[in-house]
């Protein structure tokens, strides 16, 4: 139980393309999705907290404008890299908690890897 | 904040062997603390949790075990094999499910 699927997970594209990434519960509810910036050989670092209903929550330093989160429905959010370049390529990551309960654990999907030519 | 603190960075350990991966945090109200397990191209993936109403917790050849007086936490991997190689990353929420991550422990399991 408790998967995450998160698709793409690889994206080559070029400077200026804006990029989708979707995050869904397979098999469970999720009120509340993060998501994550990992840069090689480093931690997890959150850039949103996004809530089903509601505008997502960005952590400090987080352009909003740049990174869009969209959560229309209990089972899946999506970020768009908008006018993506070089800099934002990384390897994002999504998680969602199963209800809205306290001290839930995090289910996190396998990645996106964007890369900006 | 709260902030985690997680050692040591690299663990080499010979097959069958255990390994022990440590971790602090600063926020005595930390409730809920899990670990991940990480392998490469891939996100991470739950191992094991512990909430601070425990000292300890087991399943099969993993362990977390919890000294909240001290604020840390360790995993335990015991009868190491190959497989477990990987990265791992602890965790401390203080329970709105938001997490704060430790840098992350390679380990390395020689055959």
């Known amino acids: 139980g408790a998967v995450v699927s998160q698709h793409p997970s690889r994206v080559i594209c070029k400077s200026g393309t804006s990029v989708k990434i979707e995050c869904r519960s397979l098999?469970?509810?999720?009120?509340?999705m993060f998501w994550y910036r990992q840069f090689p050989k480093q931690s997890l670092m959150l850039m949103a907290t996004?809530?089903?209903?509601?505008?997502?929550?960005?952590e400090q330093g987080v352009e909003k404008d740049k990174f869009l989160i969209n959560h229309a429905s209990l089972t899946l959010s999506t970020l768009t890299v908008t006018s993506a370049h070089p800099e934002d390529s990384s390897f994002y990551i999504c998680?969602?908690?199963?209800?809205?309960?306290?001290?839930?654990?995090?289910?996190f999907g396998d990645g996106t890897r964007l890369s900006i030519l | 904040g709260e902030n985690v603190e997680q050692h040591p960075s690299t663990l080499s350990v010979q097959e069958g062997d255990s390994a022990v991966i440590k971790c602090t945090y600063s926020?005595?109200?930390?409730?809920?603390f899990p670990w991940y397990k990480q392998e490469l191209g891939k996100g991470p993936q739950l191992i094991i949790d512990?909430?601070?109403?425990?000292g300890e917790k087991k399943d099969q050849r993993i362990a977390v075990t919890l000294n909240k007086t001290a604020k840390h936490f360790s995993l335990h991997i015991t009868e190491t094999q190959p497989e477990d190689s990987a990265v791992y990353f602890c965790?401390?929420?203080?329970?709105?499910?938001?997490?704060?991550f430790g840098k992350g422990n390679q380990v390395v399991v020689i055959p």
């Open positions: 512990i909430r601070s109403n425990v």
């Open positions: 926020d005595s109200a930390s409730n809920y």
């Open positions: 996004s809530n089903e209903g509601s505008k997502a929550t960005y």
């Open positions: 965790a401390a929420s203080r329970g709105n499910n938001r997490l704060a």
């Open positions: 998680s969602a908690v199963d209800s809205g309960f306290s001290n839930q654990p995090q289910h």
């Open positions: 098999d469970f509810q999720a009120t509340t």
